[in-house]
């Protein structure tokens, strides 16, 4: 039985800053920023958006009425939780009307979380191949104003529907994966704004992927020739570069630059959008399936990695129409509909926290899920009708 993403959606803030604007102000060198960091504009949250939001707008585009009632379990895949106690999920299954009968829960382990959920949806259907599994990752990467990781933020949302006969990407049912006790990123329960040892970081994830492709090509007797595309956890762009490049002189130079001009397509849309933490990984397949020029039936090695630090390969085989499923024009028009703000707006809108007693007011709702208002401590959510 073949079981897959059948389904995918994408949201993305609909403000933005301009990454040369943003270096200018810092007084660096934008070159710094464009080629060095390879990030060219950063999506920007409204006060009244969080990963709750997000999700909801991104799970609301692959449910619909002919799977609402197949879908039998929920999982939200972020660092960016807004309870340390209730899961984003629960909210889903409200606003989005999901049966009740659902497991729905969240799952946190860095930028890894979405593929725990992808895996433990792949389980949850092959046990079940009459119900349909919901996997969102939804997150908004912070690091502060005027800091290392200030170019590296970012915010949005990835959601699959997992099923039996997919249409979009078959999974091979194919994994290696791994775990160290790594300091090179946190976030403490007290702060907005992560921690991180960012050359380091960079290290481990590099180490990771070496490790772990050493360890696939052993357990399952391929090599580089049996992928036609790898897909990479890109935090931002030239960080997956740093990966893929540990095979430059290593494999043939024409498959080299094959994997480089895919890499090249995978991280059009992250570079106009900045760090999904855990949806990094899936807004690359989409900009790959978008902007790659696709063959039918491609197989494809993908790298998730999340600090702390969790990492895995899995392959998977992109199916031959998945265009009939994936909304292209939608996704390209929310990305080209955004509006630039200046990074003084940015900087208002950064330095806001909404607290308890706050209402929202519809006329700055531009959505159709938000934040309506805290009360009593409690996050209330409502959908615009």
Known sequence: MD???????FYVPQKY????ELANERDVDPNKFTIG???????????????????L???????NEDNREDIGLVIVGTESSVDESKASATYLVDLLDLPEDVRAFEIKEACYGATAGLQMAYNFVAMNPDKKALVVASDIARYG??????????????????????????????SVYMTRNVGDFW???????????????????VDFFKTLWEKF???YDMTVQDFDTMLFHIPYTKMGLKALRTLDGNIPDAKYKELEEHYQSSIEISRNVGNLYTGSLYLGLISYLINGDVKPNEHLMLFSYGSGAVGEIYSAEIKSDYKKYLDIEYIKKELNDRKKISISDYEDIFEKEVENGDVTAISDVHDKFYLSEIKE????YKKLE
Do not use: C, W
Request: proline residues 4%.
């Open 3 to 9: 079981i897959g993403i059948d389904r995918l959606g």
């Open 17 to 20: 800053i301009d990454l040369v």
């Open 37 to 55: 960091i390879g990030q060219s504009k950063q999506a920007v949250p409204d006060l009244y958006q969080d990963a709750v939001t997000m999700a």
């Open 57 to 63: 707008e991104s799970a609301d585009q692959v449910v």
């Open 145 to 174: 104003i005027n800091t290392p990781g200030e170019v590296t933020q970012g915010a949005g949302s990835v959601a699959m529907l997992i099923s039996k006969d997919p249409h979009i990407l078959k999974l091979d049912n194919k």
């Open 187 to 205: 976030r403490p329960v007290f702060s907005k704004t992560a921690f991180a040892r960012g050359k380091y970081s960079n290290e481990v994830y």
């Open 217 to 219: 090509q052993t357990k």
């Open 377 to 380: 401590n409690e996050r209330l």
